[in-house]
């Protein structure tokens, strides 16, 4: 993640700037809010508990005001000329307490248009309860009314000093008096306890707020896009591309190559050379395998200038191409492939295989192609590199072997366990970690002795070209001035 960081905080400010633009062009939005109170006319004459009838008043009375009926009284009250389908989509109403209060909350283009609809919304919930609470009660007093009605007929249809009459009088009473008890029973109540308040400042858009949030959550993602692309990915970060080669390991970095031609170059095969001289155990060290997991990282090249960076320094050296399978050591030295190591291992001359070349330093080191092309080149390795062909180049203080591709042909293996040391390249840019992981698992699987790695390729301030190899999966750059250490 700390690689990519400055991509992240760019990109990030980026959909923060997107955002902050696109939000400052849309179309302001105000709020007005009001407060209406709830009461309950069982509570008021004491029937039941305000704390049990309240909340549900409030509940009914919230699912009143966004009703198609109140909607349209509260458009038309407006005087703003909008439909009840713009009222219901700027009117919103919430409960917020269970004491019994209605936050009715509009917005609008302006303060003013916001607060007339709030207003409006509040007047047709309060008319509308109204009628619900008259035409309940003229519901209560029309069987009373009826009964009255049918009474007094009766009554006035008897003679004045007939029994019935005095009995149907006492009910008459009875039922005036039930009427009048209905009529003065408390109702339920809606009334404005706030009036509508508009906020000076649009409550939309907040371009501040939401490029704010928009960063920080940009941020996140793309935070955690980093991380998930450097393990989907499998390389090495450029920052702590060593640490990280160390730890997967255990073994340090011996030299690192520039892709650019130049004094660096030189410099960093004297670094390989000299980290091989004095490592642990460089006494005994005549033999090195010069190995990698794929091809295409520079492997021969390493081993070219390894061994001629150990001729320059007076070092008897020779160099075997191991890659009878797409040979490119001979190729690249204007040798031809064949007689070489192939015809060793069938029981030639060693002596007679090997080809001089001078160093520019005046120094020469003695090269082994790869020979002709053998139908099982691992058979024929095993057991004869070190039976055979190591023992008639006795004479030599440093044998650089290159190997094909360990994780294409089993070649590489039996090389190196016949090695004193072995030495890994990997591409600066392409190499993953697993692939190097399974190279070195498998080289100590087959008693190998890697010593090190090192980091070819290296990312520098010229642009790097391409050598031509035979195999064609061979890549490199600076050809010209790597190549031209050897005569």
């Given at each position: 993640?700390?690689r990519?960081?400055?991509?992240?905080?760019?990109?990030?400010?980026?959909?923060a700037?997107?955002?902050f633009?696109?939000?400052?062009?849309?179309?302001?939005?105000?709020?007005?809010t009001?407060?209406?109170?709830?009461?309950?006319?069982?509570?008021?004459?004491?029937?039941?508990?305000?704390?049990?009838?309240t909340?549900?008043?409030?509940?009914?009375?919230?699912?009143?005001?966004k009703?198609?009926?109140?909607?349209?009284?509260?458009?038309?009250?407006?005087?703003?000329?909008?439909?009840?389908?713009i009222a219901?989509a700027?009117?919103?109403?919430?409960?917020?307490?269970?004491?019994?209060?209605?936050e009715?909350?509009?917005?609008?283009?302006?303060?003013?248009?916001?607060?007339?609809?709030?207003?409006?919304?509040?007047?047709a919930?309060?008319?509308?309860?109204k009628?619900?609470q008259?035409?309940?009660l003229q519901?209560?007093?029309?069987?009373?009314?009826?009964?009255?009605?049918?009474?007094?007929?009766?009554?006035?249809?008897?003679?004045?000093?007939?029994?019935?009459?005095?009995?149907?009088?006492?009910?008459?009473?009875?039922?005036?008096?039930?009427?009048v008890s209905v009529?003065?029973?408390?109702?339920?109540?809606?009334?404005?306890?706030?009036?509508?308040?508009?906020?000076?400042?649009?409550?939309a858009?907040?371009p501040?707020?939401?490029?704010?949030?928009a960063?920080?959550?940009?941020l996140?993602?793309?935070?955690e896009?980093?991380?998930?692309?450097?393990i989907?990915?499998?390389?090495?970060?450029?920052a702590?591309r060593?640490?990280?080669?160390?730890?997967?390991?255990?073994?340090?970095?011996?030299?690192?190559?520039?892709?650019?031609?130049?004094?660096?170059?030189?410099?960093?095969?004297?670094?390989l050379?000299?980290?091989?001289?004095?490592?642990?155990?460089?006494?005994?060290?005549?033999?090195?395998?010069?190995?990698?997991?794929?091809?295409?990282?520079?492997?021969?090249?390493?081993?070219?200038?390894?061994?001629s960076?150990?001729?320059?320094?007076?070092?008897?050296?020779?160099?075997?191409?191991?890659?009878?399978?797409?040979?490119a050591?001979?190729?690249?030295?204007?040798?031809?492939?064949?007689?070489g190591?192939?015809?060793?291992?069938?029981?030639?001359?060693?002596?007679?295989?090997?080809?001089?070349?001078?160093?520019?330093?005046?120094?020469s080191?003695?090269?082994?192609?790869?020979?002709?092309?053998?139908?099982?080149?691992?058979?024929?390795?095993?057991g004869?590199l070190?039976?055979?062909?190591?023992?008639?180049?006795?004479?030599f203080?440093?044998?650089?072997?290159?190997t094909?591709?360990?994780?294409?042909?089993?070649?590489a293996?039996?090389?190196?366990?016949?090695?004193?040391a072995?030495?890994?390249?990997?591409?600066?840019t392409?190499?993953?970690?697993?692939?190097?992981?399974?190279?070195?698992?498998?080289?100590?699987?087959?008693?190998?002795?890697?010593?090190?790695?090192?980091?070819?390729?290296?990312?520098?301030?010229?642009?790097?070209g391409?050598?031509?190899?035979r195999?064609?999966?061979?890549?490199?750059s600076?050809?010209?001035?790597?190549?031209?250490?050897i005569?």
């Open positions: 993640m700390w990519h960081r400055w991509v992240v905080l760019v990109a990030s400010v980026l959909v700037g997107v955002v633009v696109g939000l400052s062009f849309e179309a302001k939005v105000y709020q007005a009001a407060e209406l109170s709830v009461t309950a006319g069982q509570a008021a004459n004491g029937q039941q508990a305000i704390q049990d009838v909340p549900f008043l409030a509940t009914t009375y919230a699912n009143l005001a009703t198609r009926p109140v909607l349209a009284d509260a458009a038309r009250r407006s005087r703003l000329h909008i439909s009840e389908e219901d700027r009117i919103s109403v919430q409960t917020p307490s269970s004491i019994g209060f209605l009715l909350t509009a917005t609008g283009p302006s303060s003013q248009d916001a607060t007339a609809l709030d207003s409006a919304i509040s007047a919930l309060v008319d509308a309860v009628s619900q008259q035409q309940a519901a209560q007093l029309a069987p009373i009314q009826s009964d009255l009605q049918q009474l007094a007929a009766q009554i006035a249809s008897l003679p004045v000093d007939s029994p019935q009459r005095v009995t149907l009088q006492t009910q008459y009473q009875a039922l005036v008096q039930s009427l009529q003065v029973q408390p109702q339920n109540r809606v009334e404005v306890a706030s009036p509508p308040q508009a906020a000076s400042s649009p409550v858009p907040r501040k707020r939401y490029s704010l949030l960063f920080v959550t940009a996140v993602i793309l935070a896009l980093s991380v998930g692309y450097e989907a990915s499998d390389r090495f970060s450029k702590t060593d640490d990280e080669i160390r730890r997967l390991t255990g073994l340090p970095v011996l030299a690192r190559i520039p892709r650019v031609p130049g004094p660096e170059l030189v410099e960093a095969f004297r670094t050379r000299t980290s091989l001289l004095f490592m642990d155990g460089a006494s005994k060290t005549r033999t090195i395998a010069i190995v990698s997991s794929v091809p295409e990282v520079g492997k021969s090249f390493v081993s070219i200038n390894l061994a960076s150990f001729a320059d320094l007076g070092i008897h050296a020779a160099l075997i191409d191991g890659d009878m399978r797409r040979p050591v001979a190729s690249r030295l204007g040798l031809g492939d064949s007689p190591l192939s015809e060793a291992l069938n029981g030639g001359d060693v002596a007679e295989r090997l080809v001089g070349r001078r160093t520019k330093s005046g120094f080191i003695f090269v082994m192609p790869a020979g002709a092309p053998a139908t099982d080149p691992a058979a024929l390795l095993t004869r070190s039976e055979w062909v190591f023992p008639g180049l006795s004479s203080d440093a044998v650089v072997i290159d094909p591709a360990e994780g294409l042909f089993p070649d293996s039996i090389i190196a366990s016949s090695c004193d072995v030495v890994i390249v990997i591409d600066a392409s190499t993953k970690r697993r692939s190097l992981k399974s190279l070195l698992e498998h080289l100590r699987e087959v008693g190998a002795h890697p010593q090190g790695v090192v980091v070819n390729r290296v990312p520098g301030p010229v642009r790097a391409r050598y031509y190899s195999s064609g999966y061979y890549s490199r600076g050809a010209a001035e790597r190549v031209s250490r005569r």
